[in-house]
Nanobody
Framework: QVQLQESGPGLVKPSQTLSLTCTVT??????????WHWIRQPPGKELEWMGG???????YYSPSFKSRTSVSRDTSKNQFSLHLTSVNTEDTAVYYC?????????WGKGTLVTVSS
């Protein structure tokens, strides 16, 4: 069974870059037909899909985040990462990493990132 664990700073200052890493166990991030995603939930709001990377390294982004977001991977560590630039207080949220394969979703527990000076 695939398991995902987010890691990264819990506090980021405005205008800085938010960087999170998702460590995957139980399967390889290059296994065919997996896609790997970053999704967030601001306080009191719905889940927001930010972007993802497929098993073959193809990346795709939500238009809402495309100008500030990049998703990358390190296959040697079986990890994928999120970088969100120029953060502001509205980027405060619980950030989740997610895997999808054959219409089955796997979720990390989520990590709260607060943007504050």
């Amino acid at each position: 069974q695939v398991q995902l664990q987010e890691s990264g700073p819990g506090l980021v200052k405005p205008s800085q870059t938010l960087s999170l890493t998702c460590t995957v166990t139980g399967d390889s991030i290059t296994t065919t037909y997996y896609s790997w995603h970053w999704i967030r939930q601001p306080p009191g709001k719905e889940l927001e899909w930010m972007g993802g990377i497929a098993y073959d390294g193809t990346t795709y982004y939500s238009p809402s985040f495309k100008s500030r977001t990049s998703v990358s991977r390190d296959t040697s560590k079986n990890q994928f990462s999120l970088h969100l630039t120029s953060v502001n207080t509205e980027d405060t949220a619980v950030y989740y990493c997610n895997a999808r394969r054959a219409n089955v979703d796997y979720w990390g527990k989520g990590t709260l990132v607060t943007v504050s000076s």
